[in-house]
Nanobody
């Protein structure tokens, strides 16, 4: 069993930065790949970045590539999402989710979810 809790969201101006954290409980967290998803009002939840269990493989969707960086510290049971050069279209609720095995693109593949954290980027 893994429990996830996101933090670090907030209101930021366009061009600014935020770092989201996803803190996990459970001794087996290092076996799980983690994805960061976001869901804007009226839109589906989408994977934007993922990291495998060891941290040596990452995945980004095109709209965030080069601006966002995902990383993890398994000793601290935490995954991070550094978000730079934020744009108003990045406004959404951001979720982290864990899946045993490889990074998956579909949200239905993930076993555990956090409660989400709101990110609002003003223009």
């Amino acid at each position: 069993q893994v429990q996830l809790a996101e933090s670090g969201g907030g209101l930021v101006q366009a061009g600014g930065s935020l770092r989201l954290s996803c803190a996990a409980s459970g001794r087996t967290f290092s076996r799980y790949s983690v994805g960061w998803f976001r869901q804007a009002p009226g839109k589906e939840r989408e994977l934007i970045a993922g990291i495998n269990w060891s941290g040596d493989s990452t995945y980004y969707v095109a709209p965030v590539k080069g601006r966002f960086t995902i990383s993890r510290d398994n000793a601290k049971n935490t995954v991070y999402l550094q978000m730079n050069s934020l744009k108003p279209e990045d406004t959404a609720v951001y979720y982290c989710a864990a899946v045993e095995g490889w990074i998956q693109s579909g949200p239905d593949s993930y076993d555990y979810w956090g409660q989400g954290t709101q990110v609002t980027v003003s223009s």
